[in-house]
């Protein structure tokens, strides 16, 4: 929620945003999260406005068979929707591992 709000206000102002959080990396507690840990909904459903998270594709095996895609921990913390390469040069920073 507090990314989509940051990828909104970049996008329609000129404001600077300063991103602290504890993390060595973004992607906030899924950090921390096994790698076998997977949304509960819809990939399609999370994400920032700038980019999307998933490719919208359905899965064909397991119980989400003919749904649209769960995204894994490490495919979430691995989007560019969740690092720096979001926001447009030189409107956010990221203090990371405090």
Not at 67 to 77: F, K, M, N, Q, V
């Amino acid at each position: 929620m507090g990314l989509a709000f940051a990828d909104t206000l970049l996008a329609e102002t000129d404001a600077h945003i300063t991103i602290v959080d504890r993390h060595g990396k973004p992607g906030g507690h899924w950090n921390n999260a096994y790698s076998f840990v997977a949304l509960h909904q819809p990939s399609a459903f999370y994400g920032v406005s700038s980019m999307p998270l998933g490719s919208e594709r359905k899965d064909s095996v397991s119980i989400n068979a003919g749904l649209y895609e769960l995204a894994s921990g490490p495919e979430i913390i691995s989007t560019p929707s969740c690092g720096r390469s979001c926001c447009p040069a030189g409107t956010s920073t990221s203090i990371a591992g405090l």
